[in-house]
């Protein structure tokens, strides 16, 4: 139960929105607003958008970076210099390139004849109680 709850503090669920305000962030993160404004300063990838009215507004990437700066330097013990470099350092993922590398055809499809069976089965069951809806 407490392995579970550590967990939880070290990895918090992101809630599934588009936009953070400052205090959600730093309530997620377990840090103070001023924190963040500084963290914002030096690590040039973390810059939330700001709304009309000057509030700082945080995308699912920059709550997922903000994770990752607290991780770097209270966990591993990195200097702010060391953190930026570490985060430099790692790739940029690009969203319109595949994440998992191309298998051939005959790798798709590795279940056995008879999962195949089972599963047309099932497919055609749910089919026919839609249709009777």
């Keep these: 139960m407490e392995e579970m709850a550590a967990?939880?503090?070290?990895?918090?669920?992101?809630p599934d929105k588009l936009y953070?305000?400052?205090?959600?962030?730093?309530?997620l993160a377990g840090i103070k607003p001023y924190v963040l404004r500084f963290w914002e300063s030096e690590f040039p990838a973390l810059g939330p958008k700001k709304s009309g009215t000057g509030h700082r507004l945080y995308r699912r990437k920059d709550v997922?970076?903000?994770?990752e700066i607290k991780r770097l330097l209270y966990e591993k013990r990195f200097t702010i210099?060391?953190?930026?470099?570490?985060?430099?350092?790692?790739?940029k993922?690009?969203?319109?390139k595949p994440t998992a590398a191309p298998r051939r055809q005959g790798e798709l499809f590795t279940g056995t004849l008879s999962f195949?069976?089972?599963?047309?089965?099932?497919?055609?069951?749910?089919v026919a109680l839609l249709e009777d809806e």
């Design 93 to 96: 993922r690009d969203p319109l």
């Design 7 to 14: 967990q939880a503090s070290v990895n918090p669920e992101i």
């Design 64 to 67: 997922e970076l903000v994770l």
């Design 20 to 27: 953070f305000r400052i205090g959600e962030v730093a309530k």
């Design 81 to 91: 210099e060391g953190a930026r470099k570490v985060l430099e350092a790692k790739p």
């Design 116 to 126: 195949y069976q089972d599963l047309r089965r099932e497919l055609q069951a749910i």
